[in-house]
């Protein structure tokens, strides 16, 4: 079975960090780029970061840039979203989803894309809920 978990979310308090991961079974994430969504009550879902297959070009929203980094050990099939100084506007459930690129090379340039559409409706986790207190 194909899946995509999320974890580490949580409660903390505004200025604190996160650490959320994205963890895949039933496929190797070494030839997927892969994206962090959010959405919070209300509003509609938003991208915020995505990093390439293998690990060359990431991209930020500009919501968080300065404060998220976002990484990936394609040996423990893992993608890793860094979140720091929180906000209570960061307030959300965050999703991983995951769209086929192939393993970089010559052949494949490094890319990926925000858009929840790049991703289709097969490779998408369950959500961690992250709540930033004032």
């Known amino acids: 079975q194909l899946q995509l978990v999320e974890s580490g979310g949580g409660l903390v308090q505004s200025g604190g960090s996160l650490r959320l991961s994205c963890a895949a079974s039933?496929?190797?994430?070494?030839?997927?780029?892969i994206g962090w969504f959010r959405q919070a009550p209300g509003k509609e879902r938003e991208g915020v970061s995505c990093?390439?297959?293998?690990?060359?070009?990431?991209k930020f929203a500009d919501s968080v840039k300065g404060r998220f980094t976002i990484s990936r050990d394609n040996a423990k099939n893992m993608v890793y979203l860094q979140m720091n100084t929180l906000k209570p506007e960061d307030t959300a459930v965050y999703y991983c989803?995951?769209?086929?690129?192939?393993?970089?090379?010559?052949?494949?340039?490094?890319?990926?894309?925000?858009?929840?559409?790049?991703?289709?409706?097969?490779?998408w986790g369950q959500g961690t809920q992250v709540t930033v207190s004032t």
């Open positions: 990093i390439s297959s293998g690990g060359s070009v990431t």
């Open positions: 989803a995951a769209a086929f690129q192939g393993q970089e090379s010559d052949n494949v340039p490094p890319k990926c894309t925000m858009t929840a559409l790049g991703y289709g409706d097969d490779y």
């Open positions: 039933g496929f190797t994430l070494d030839d997927f780029a």
